[in-house]
């Protein structure tokens, strides 16, 4: 028996009954079509899981009965903060979605100099919340209960004047630096990406003098989606848990 993983954004407590939220209640009754007395886990964020069963399933109401807490995340040790140039269509949630799994801590948007999306407030806002429910969903999938830190949508600018003690990397063609080459840092790393169009090179040059190391990921040119992706994971083989 399939048992589903389901992220509850409130807190959880054993021995307690919890009406789920609409829209995962609607997942619960409707597409997933489950029935009372059908295990679950449900997860919050805080680091653990929690076994539960379907006591009430209707099509607009979904009570949970929260029976035990497991202290298992399989969060990795090292810390990942990514930095996206923001991408139109489906690249950025594809994006968002797979470094969710390859264990990003952080990460967050930016408008470069050639973002090819261009939002006022309101719809930056609504995209925001469509990239968390991407973010909740990959959690879901791969078992993580410590959801990455989706932060505010920034300007490349912003982004890069902040403060921080990780290793900071930049990818950029033609660098004769490669990800395997670093030296180790328990702070973690700070990657980041251009968009579909790359940064531009003032925006690497920029990069390099707040401190960021230029480095590639090999003799070809990468996609953007590619390019997070594989700097991810050649971090977590080399430093993390992969």
């Given amino acids: 028996m399939r048992i589903p993983r389901l992220y509850h954004a409130d807190t959880i407590a054993v021995d307690s009954e919890i009406t789920l939220h609409a829209d995962t209640a609607h997942h619960v009754a409707n597409v997933l079509r489950l029935k009372n007395g059908h295990p679950v886990v449900l997860f919050n964020g805080d680091g653990n899981e929690y076994s539960a069963t379907v006591i009430l ?117 033609g660098s004769q630096q490669r990800l395997t080459q670093l030296a180790g840092n328990n702070k973690g790393y700070r990657l980041l990406i251009g968009p579909e169009g790359g940064l531009s090179d003032a925006e690497v040059h920029q990069s390099q003098e707040t401190g960021f190391t230029a480095c590639s990921l090999g003799p070809r040119i990468l996609r953007t989606e590619t390019a997070a992706l594989s700097g991810l994971s050649i971090l977590q083989a080399t430093f993390g848990d992969i």
């Fill in 57 to 173: 399933a209707q099509r607009r109401q979904v009570v949970i009965e929260v029976d035990s807490k497991l202290a298992i995340d399989p969060q990795s040790s090292l810390p990942l903060h990514l930095g996206q140039g923001i991408s139109k269509g489906d690249r950025m949630d594809w994006v968002l979605q797979k470094a969710t799994e390859l264990g990003a801590t952080d990460i967050t948007p930016l408008i470069t100099e050639r973002c090819p999306v261009k939002l006022d407030e309101k719809r930056w806002q609504k995209k925001f919340q469509q990239w968390q429910k991407i973010i909740q969903g990959a959690c879901e999938q791969c078992g993580r209960n410590t959801l990455p830190t989706l932060h505010p949508v920034l300007s490349l600018q912003d982004w890069l004047s902040d403060s921080t003690q990780q290793t900071r990397l930049v990818l950029a063609p």
